[in-house]
């Protein structure tokens, strides 16, 4: 622990048929498409190289659209040739078809993504696209003051006029993306910095940021800046970190980024992760960087929440205008390389009073129009601005997204998620041990308390695929293997009456994180995670 601990500011710092549908496609899975998912697994293993076969890529692309969901596998086609995945076929909306290119990145030994997808949206009237999408800007307390114009012909939505950032204007088009309708995002709106800068000063910047992403080896990244242009080169271990390095470079100053010298390699990963680096960072440095990443997030930038840090555990405090700002600066601050551990004390004190009425009344409007939901099986209530969701949906990832949009929902402190998931898989009935369960209490016979029930007692809602202790093992350790976020041989795995315990240490939270998610995907009824963080390293992309 540090002698003196200082805080800081912003201020401080310088400028019904889904369901039917499921249970046909998880037999279909089951039967069809997890074998070949453990032979491309078993393959990888029993032939090891430095040159991922592209079978094995492609299968494991297709896999993380049926597990990471907000894409329809069915709708996306796949190919790779040589690491490079071209993805085709139609999907209904502009937030699945950039997820779709996400997920993609995110498989280990992807050396980029050609989107060849089309964007096929519900059938809507040009007028009404266009004022949902300028109420949603007006609804959502970081782009409610943006002057940002909208027009939209044929379903591609133009938006005009200026904003102060490259993530300002990327958040306007993101809102625009969540109003369901459109084909095509043309954004058009201008970045207007308060002030100039040098090309040394936004080359020092650019360097930081990237030394500062806990998953970038920004030692491998070479930067130049010339009148204001940055260009980057060098390597990176993955699509998705080049992606990342791309997003990092465009701090304020800057008139545009060039990636394309930016080689993807992944067996640059593979060598860096045997020297695991370790964070030689001071308090103060790790500080200064998650204070300067706040300054550089939309969502929190208009707030100067307090920021502490004492032996790599960050402390935020002070007060935030809504509840989104205060999720976005604990995610900014575990970006940030060094940070072991986030103690989020920051309070959420919207200025003025919405009354419960009108907040429910923007909630389930944001709602309806989100493309990623089925919003007439979302039960909404506001009580003393308390936001309560229930009802049904299809998968974690759409649980998610509820409860984000009702974080963006203005006047509300916080968020009680009720909604039902429905289960994708059961286990075989011998596999579970014996067990009671009190209505809210599970206890298996390991003694362990567990606060929610084994997917088998949980209510279902139709046939669901089938999976035994040792084939949700096999599922977990495969999601490892293909995920550039965790390395399987630091984590061990062991499941049990479908309750999966991993043990092993690994060099981020984010990474713990991963692992967790990994696991609740690949069938897991429960997960208890005793991974342990290693403190002051990291691990990247």
Known sequence: MEKHMKTLTLNDWPH?????????ILLIVQTLVLP?????????????????????????????????????WT???????????????????LLAKERAVKIAESIRGVRGVIDRTTVTPVSRLDEDIRKDILTALLQDPATESYQVAVSVQSGVVTLTGS????????????????????????????????????????????????????WINGNMINTAVKESKV????????????????????????????????????????????????????????????????????????????VTVEGGVVILGGAVGNLKAKTAAEQDARNVVGVWQIDNLLKVKPKGRTTDAEMEK??????????????????VAIINRIAYLSGA??????????????????????????????????????????????????????????????????????????LTDEQIKRKIEHAFFWSPFVDREDITVNVHGGVATLTGTIGTSIGWGEADQDARKSGAAYVINRVEVKKGSWSWL
Request: aromatic content about 8%; charged content about 20%; proline content about 4%.
């Open 231 to 306: 260009t980057l080169t060098g390597t990176v271990g993955s699509a998705i970190s080049k992606s990342r390095a791309f997003e990092d470079a465009w701090i304020n100053g800057v008139s545009a980024v060039d990636a394309s010298g930016l080689q993807v390699e992944p067996w640059a990963r593979e060598d860096a992760r045997r020297k695991m680096k370790y964070a030689d960072t001071s308090d103060s440095e790790i500080m200064q960087a998650v204070v300067a990443a706040f300054h550089l997030d939309p969502r929190v930038s208009a707030f100067s929440p307090n």
């Open 393 to 466: 949906v299809d998968s974690t990832f759409q649980q998610a997204e509820v409860q984000d949009v009702a974080s963006r929902t203005k006047g509300v402190l916080l968020v009680r998620n009720r909604l039902k998931v429905e289960p994708e898989y059961s286990i075989t009935y011998n596999d579970w041990p014996y067990s009671s369960y009190d209505g809210g209490t599970y206890y298996g016979d390991s003694g362990i308390y567990h606060n929610q029930p084994p997917a088998v007692i949980s209510e279902t809602f139709g046939p669901q695929a089938y």
């Open 163 to 214: 904003v102060g950032s490259y993530a300002e204007k990327q958040l306007a088009a993101r809102i625009a993306k969540g109003v369901k309708g459109s084909n095509e995002i043309r954004n058009d709106v201008t970045i207007n910095y308060p002030a100039g800068r040098t090309d040394t000063e936004i080359d020092a910047d650019v360097k930081a940021r990237l030394q500062w992403d806990v």
């Open 75 to 93: 709708d996306v086609d796949v190919s790779t040739s040589q690491g490079i995945v071209t993805l085709s076929g139609s999907v209904d909306n």
């Open 36 to 72: 070949q998912l453990r032979a491309a697994t078993t393959e990888q293993s029993a032939t090891p190289s430095r040159e991922t076969p592209d079978g094995g890529i492609t299968s494991a692309v297709e896999d993380g659209f049926i597990t990471e969901k907000g894409v329809f």
């Open 16 to 24: 019904g048929a889904a369901i039917a549908r499921w249970s046909v």
């Open 362 to 379: 923007q909630l389930k409007a944001a709602l309806l129009w989100d493309p990623l939901l089925n919003s007439s099986t979302i039960d």
